[in-house]
C-alpha cells in the first residue's frame, strides 16, 4: 500500500501558493515599502528554488540574512585547518563535505590541501569522526566543527564520549556560531548610528537551529528592537505564510514572536540537546563572521 509523504506535497500546492500569494499582495498594498530578512541559508534556496520572490509585490523586499555557518566562516579559521593538516603528518582532518571548497587564503581549500598531502576525510556524522579516533590509535583525529546550534548537541556528544572511552587522539576545533548573537549583530548597528537605521521590519526565523533552542530566545528582540520574528519552515508554504504574518504584524502595530513550524518547533525546544551544548562548550565572547563583522556568541568546546 503506497502512502503519501507527509508535510511534502501540501506545503507545495499551487492552488494554495496562489491564495497566499494574493493575500500578501493585499496586505501589503498600504502605499509603504517593507523589508523582511530571511535569516536561514535554507529559506534563501526556499524563497529562489520555487520563485517565491516573482510572486512577491514590489513594495516588498527580502533581504538575505548571514546564512549557513559554513557561507560565513571566516577565512583565518580555514587558514588554521590547513596549516593543521599540513604541518603534522599524524593529523587526519576530518568535517563535513560543504566545508572542504571553502575558500581560504593563497587560493587553497580544505580540498586543495588535501591534494597537496595533508590527509582530509570527509565525514557524514559526528560519531563517523570519532570511530575514525579509535580505529587509528596512532593518529591525531582532529574535527573541523561548525554550524549553529542545530550542531553543536552532536559535537558535544562525541566530545563527551571521547572522554569516557579516554580517546586523547581526538580533538576539536571547533567553529558553532550561536543564532541570538548574530541577529542582535544585525540589529545593533556600528557607534554612531541610531538603532532606527537598521531598515529591516522583521524576520523569517530559522527553522532547524529553532527546533534546538526554541522560539523563547527572540522574544527579547522583538521587544527590544520592536522587529517581528516568525518562525518558519523550508517548504514554500511555510516562507509564504510567513510572510504574510509579518505583514499583519507590522500593519497592525504589533511586534511579537509568532510560530508559524508548530509541527516542529516550540517556545522551549529541546531541552536535552540544550544541555549537551551547555555541558560541553563555553561561551566565546566575539567570532568573527564574513559577513556581519564580530557577532557576540561562539561555542568554544
Known sequence: MKYAMKYIDEFRDQALAAGLARAIAHEA???????????????????????????????????????????????????????????RPEVILCTYGDCLRVPASDGLSLL????????VRMVYSTADALALARREPGREVVFFAIGFETTTPPTALVLREAARQGLANFSVICNHVLTPAAIAAILEPPDGIAPQAVQIDGFVGPAH????????PYEAFAATYRKPVVIAGFEPLDVMQAILMLLRQVNTGRAVVENEFTRAVTRDG????????????ELQSVFFSRTIGEPRGAARD
Open 29 to 87: 498594498d498600504t502605499g509603504r515599502d517593507y523589508a523582511f530578512m530571511e535569516f536561514c541559508g535554507g529559506h534563501t534556496h526556499t524563497l529562489s528554488r520555487y520563485g517565491i520572490a516573482d510572486l512577491l509585490p514590489p513594495t516588498l523586499r527580502m533581504i538575505h540574512g548571514p546564512g549557513c555557518p559554513v557561507c560565513v566562516l571566516p577565512i583565518g579559521r580555514v587558514d588554521m585547518a590547513i596549516r593543521l593538516a599540513l604541518s
Open 112 to 119: 586543495k590541501a588535501k591534494a597537496h598531502g595533508a590527509d
Open 209 to 216: 537551529v529553532s527546533t534546538v533552542i526554541g522560539s523563547r
Open 270 to 281: 529541546n531541552l536535552k540537546a540544550q544541555a549537551l551544548g551547555v555541558c560541553a562548550a
